[in-house]
């Protein structure tokens, strides 16, 4: 699966998930269902396996608690009967009766492939294997360059590996005075440009292999560093991933250290710049004029409908999910479009006020439209791939103002029929 697909179900699986996980058994009882699922599991086995538990939920003392482990098995076997095979990354289940006191179902298949099966009933879901798959596995050139040494690490996630240090020797400024002076000093300037060619070889011999790898930051005391990014001392393939330098107080293992803690807020524009690409690939062909972009909402979905989407750009701002909001005791009903990332706070709310036509707190969310994830599904077949773009760059402004929020960069152009 490509790079990009994934960010995309990424980004949506976070969504689900942070609305998971705040969801806790309406008493208190542990009666919420997580039940993972890996790909090749047996449905008959795992229906099975569910029909006895339901069984002994039964003999449960609390009456309660054993109604609502029952509720929430009864619902899953439900839904398992329409299961033939499982999705390739397996299936995950979270099911049970919520603070919002209905049996509530979500069903999520993971980004990576499931690697063990299990069932665990308590007073919330338990998300963490899905997390652990979430959790950001970027990895990251880190290289302090000065005068005469130069270090290399490379950082995946929190972890920073340590990879090599380097050493040249370059004369210090202080000479005698006079012509051999200049000659010094010529020869030292011949030194430390060795030094940063070295540098720069050691970079690519240690940075070159490493697939995927998202960007580098080049730290170091000195103005060496500037002079190290500047001059044609590094490989073009590498000089595209510089994210920028860092100015450090030490050399070394200390200094690679030092730039760790210090490059955060560098990294996290990684996002940014993709972002920023994406959107300037679509400008770019549009002023080329090649016929292969789409934008609007009816020409966008045209080109979808020809499968002849290659990317997908949506603004952040248009990830809204219409909403419709219900009293079951007096029938009031009220819709409202809410952001995507709103939402949790959005069915918090809800949860917590009263009818206002008769004050009933029964209030729920009855139905939901996901507009992007509609699109993700749509997209899904036709093997388009998906971009959320904020608007936190200014690209992504334009994105949103200029176009609607919604463009798409497409395999081949359409002619107008
Ligand atoms: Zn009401």
Same mark, same amino acid.
């Given at each position: ?177 006079? !012509? ?25 011999? /240690? ?5 995927? /790898? ?5 730290? %170091? ?32 293992? !200390? ?31 549009? %002023? ?130």
């Amino acid at each position: 699966m490509s790079q990009t697909a994934s960010s995309f179900e990424n980004y949506k699986i976070k969504q689900s998930l942070e609305r998971i996980e705040r969801k806790r058994s309406h008493t208190g009882a542990t009666s919420l269902v997580s039940l993972y699922m890996p790909h090749g599991t047996s449905i008959p086995d795992v229906t099975q396996q569910l029909v006895n538990e339901r069984g002994t939920a039964a003999n449960i003392k609390s009456k309660a608690t054993g109604k609502a482990v029952i509720a929430a098995l009864s619902s899953i076997l439900n839904r398992l009967k329409q299961v033939r095979t499982l999705p390739d990354n397996g299936l995950v289940i979270f099911c049970g009766i919520t603070q919002t006191g209905k049996v509530e179902y979500f069903p999520i298949r993971p980004v990576q492939p499931l690697t063990r099966k299990m069932y665990v009933c308590d007073t919330r879901f338990h998300t963490e294997h899905l997390r652990d798959q979430l959790e950001v596995k970027e990895q990251f050139g880190l290289m302090v360059v000065d005068r005469e040494s130069a270090a290399y690490a490379l950082l995946r996630g929190n972890h920073m590996t340590f990879l090599r240090k380097l050493h040249s020797f370059v004369p210090g400024k202080h000479g005698k005075g006079g !012509q051999s002076q200049r000659r010094i000093q010529r020869g030292t300037e011949i030194l430390a440009k060795d030094h940063l060619r070295r540098a720069g070889e050691t970079a690519s011999e /240690l940075f070159l292999e490493i697939p995927d /790898l998202k960007g580098i930051v080049v730290g %170091g005391p000195s103005l060496a560093k500037e002079n190290f990014v500047r001059g044609d001392f590094i490989d073009f393939r590498l000089r595209d991933k510089i994210m920028g330098t860092v100015d450090t107080g030490y050399t070394g293992e !200390q200094g690679i250290r030092e730039l760790m803690e210090k490059s955060t807020e560098i990294l996290k524009d990684v996002r940014y710049l993709e972002e920023k690409k994406l959107v300037q690939t679509f400008l770019s062909e549009l %002023g080329k004029d090649t016929g292969l972009v789409a934008y609007g909402h009816k020409e966008v979905m045209k080109a979808m409908e020809l499968v002849a989407v290659k990317t997908l750009l949506i603004s952040e701002e248009l990830d809204v999910i219409q909403t419709k909001v219900v009293c079951p005791q007096c029938n009031y009903e009220k819709q409202e479009a809410v952001k995507a990332r709103n939402f949790v706070e959005f069915e918090e709310e809800i949860i917590k006020s009263n009818c206002p036509e008769c004050g009933s707190s029964k209030l729920s969310i009855d139905d939901t439209q996901d507009f992007v994830e509609e699109l993700g599904n749509r997209s899904a077949e036709t093997g388009a791939l998906i971009e959320i773009i904020s608007i936190d760059t200014e690209e992504g402004v334009i994105l949103f103002k200029s176009f609607g929020g919604l463009v798409a960069i497409l395999r081949y152009p359409i002619r107008e029929m």
